[in-house]
């Protein structure tokens, strides 16, 4: 994925998942919803090209404090691009 694709596409997302944290939905709204973000986050990080972006390590933080599953691989990929930076 484009950069600039990613980089739109993951403050889109990233908003979404901070609504769905305050949201108060009936438990299937939830569950869908829920499943809709997750195979976002999931196409987001498959598609992911250049771990150095900004908004992958935001994407990454918002998923995971909202207790989304990210890609163990892409996971490392980004670590090891954050240790480098650091």
Known sequence: MESTVFIRE???LID?????????????????KGQDLQRRINQ????????TLPSAYKLRDAAMSAGFQINQIKLSWLAQFESIRS
């Not at 979404?16 to 869908?32: D, M, V």
């Not at 987001?44 to 090209?49: E, K, R």
Request: hydrophobic residues 40%; charged residues 30%.
């Open 10 to 12: 993951a403050k889109v």
């Open 16 to 32: 979404e998942i901070k609504t769905f944290q305050l949201a108060y939905l009936e438990p299937e709204e939830e569950i869908r």
């Open 44 to 51: 987001m990080f498959s598609g992911l090209q250049n771990p």
